[in-house]
């Protein structure tokens, strides 16, 4: 039902910082848990960060904690990713998702993907 795009990545020196977009339509971002997901060429997905439903309580990934900030503003029905102090680790493409659930998770499984966004970290 809900439709996710996401935007802003981009090419960025190590160090820099970049703020990922992830607007929802068809229905508010609010009724469902939410999740930020990356996946590195060769690389399995991995959860980086998410929040419960109603812009809850959000959880990070213990290799991003410190850096990531996910956040909600339910008027622009976006759902955004702040990601500070980028390392080349952190290149992939990276996926917001959408779950039915009041709980997030960064293993259990999501309904609602987006079409990605690149982000590419040089040194």
């Known amino acids: 039902e809900v439709q996710l795009v996401e935007s802003g990545g981009g090419l960025v020196q190590a160090g820099g910082s970049l703020r990922l977009s992830c607007a929802a339509s068809g229905a508010p971002f609010l009724d469902y848990a939410i999740g930020w997901f990356r996946q590195a060429p060769g690389k399995e997905r991995e959860g980086v960060s998410c929040?419960?439903?109603?812009?809850?309580?959000?959880y990070y990934a213990t290799s991003v904690k410190g850096r990531f900030t996910i956040s909600g503003d339910s008027r622009k029905n976006t759902v955004y990713l702040q990601i500070d102090n980028l390392t080349p680790a952190d290149t992939a493409v990276y996926y917001c998702?959408?779950?039915?659930?009041?709980?997030?998770?960064?293993?259990?499984?999501?309904?609602?993907w987006g079409q990605g966004t690149q982000v590419t970290v040089y040194s």
């Open positions: 998702a959408a779950v039915a659930l009041f709980y997030c998770g960064l293993g259990h499984r999501y309904d609602y």
């Open positions: 929040m419960d439903r109603n812009n809850g309580r959000a």
